[in-house]
């Protein structure tokens, strides 16, 4: 089981990454002119990240996860388990939402400001935080 651990880890760290620099993507390409070679630079970046390393992270870290819950190496009435579970449902929710951003860029059809993503490049981090802080110090 401490292999599962590891690659729980490992994933998590990976999607992560994915998380906190597509946004980051996002903030040049929404400054970028449509159809511009810059932004079509950042088309392939954006969804290289997101389905190459993004995405697979995700369904592995959610795959692992399950796999400790299903061995039982977890309490599941443990309060910090169902906060640290919001948390990732969250995660989940903003991963698919980066999704979606994507294809409108994909299709030169975004309309938010560059503003906005480097306002939204702050979720993954804060949803890390009370993630490691649930986990590690089992507040409740």
Same mark, same amino acid.
């Given at each position: 089981?401490e /292999?599962? #651990?590891? %690659?729980?880890? *490992?994933?998590v ?6 998380? @906190?620099y597509? $946004?980051? !993507?996002f903030?040049?390409?929404?400054e970028?002119?449509p159809?511009?070679i810059?932004s079509e630079?950042f088309?392939i @970046?954006e969804?290289r990240?997101y389905?190459?390393?993004?995405t $697979?992270?995700? *369904?592995a870290a /959610?795959?692992?996860g399950? /796999?400790?819950? +299903? ?8 309060? /910090?388990?169902? !906060? #640290?579970?919001? @948390?990732?449902? %969250?995660?989940?929710?903003?991963h698919?939402f !980066?999704?979606?951003?994507l294809? #409108?860029?994909?299709n030169?059809?975004?309309t938010r400001?560059s ?8 979720? $993954?981090? +804060?949803?890390?935080?009370? *993630?490691?802080?649930? +986990?590690? +110090?089992k $507040?409740f």
């Amino acid at each position: 089981m401490e /292999w599962v #651990k590891a %690659l729980h880890v *490992i994933a998590v760290i990976a999607w992560m990454a994915g998380m @906190m620099y597509l $946004p980051r !993507l996002f903030v040049y390409h929404a400054e970028s002119q449509p159809g511009s070679i810059q932004s079509e630079t950042f088309k392939i @970046m954006e969804r290289r990240l997101y389905r190459a390393i993004t995405t $697979p992270a995700m *369904i592995a870290a /959610w795959l692992f996860g399950i /796999w400790m819950i +299903v061995a039982g190496l977890v309490d599941l009435s443990a309060g /910090w388990l169902h !906060l #640290k579970l919001a @948390m990732v449902l %969250l995660l989940s929710g903003y991963h698919g939402f !980066l999704g979606a951003t994507l294809r #409108k860029f994909a299709n030169d059809t975004n309309t938010r400001p560059s503003r906005f993503y480097r306002a939204i490049n702050e979720i $993954p981090t +804060v949803l890390m935080i009370v *993630i490691v802080i649930a +986990v590690i +110090v089992k $507040p409740f």
